[in-house]
Nanobody, 121 residues
Framework: QVQLVESGGGLVQAGGSLGLSCAAS????????MGWYRQTPGAQRELVAS???????NYADSVKGRFTISRDNAKNMVSLQMNNLKREDTAVYYC???????????????WGQGTQVTVSS
């Protein structure tokens, strides 16, 4: 099993910054990608940003230029630096890791418990 521990959520004023971190532990032989998703009530979970083990990144258009995702492969950790936050960024943010226990097994998707990010006016 894989466990994801998230930290860094909280309340911030519009225009401010906030950093999220997620550490993965457990039976991990290889990580394909790590990322952050977010979800608001009544909406589907959406990708915010992701990063592969080769440092390829992907950002939602709504956060491009404001958010930066980074990783530490040695520590199985992914971080999301969120700058110039807007009210529309308010959501529960979920860490996601796509990993496999061995190179012979398929990749699986794992989720953190979610951390609330609230951007106030």
């Amino acid at each position: 099993q894989v466990q994801l521990v998230e930290s860094g959520g909280g309340l911030v004023q519009a225009g401010g910054s906030l950093g999220l971190s997620c550490a993965a532990s457990g039976r991990i032989a290889s990580i394909n990608s790590m990322g952050w998703y977010r979800q608001t009530p009544g909406a589907q979970r959406e990708l915010v940003a992701s990063i592969t083990s080769g440092d390829s990144t992907n950002y939602a258009d709504s956060v491009k230029g404001r958010f930066t995702i980074s990783r530490d492969n040695a520590k199985n950790m992914v971080s999301l630096q969120m700058n110039n936050l807007k009210r529309e960024d308010t959501a529960v943010y979920y860490c996601n890791v796509i990993s496999r226990e061995t190179i012979l097994r398929p990749f699986r998707s794992w989720w953190g418990q979610g951390t609330q990010v609230t951007v106030s006016s």
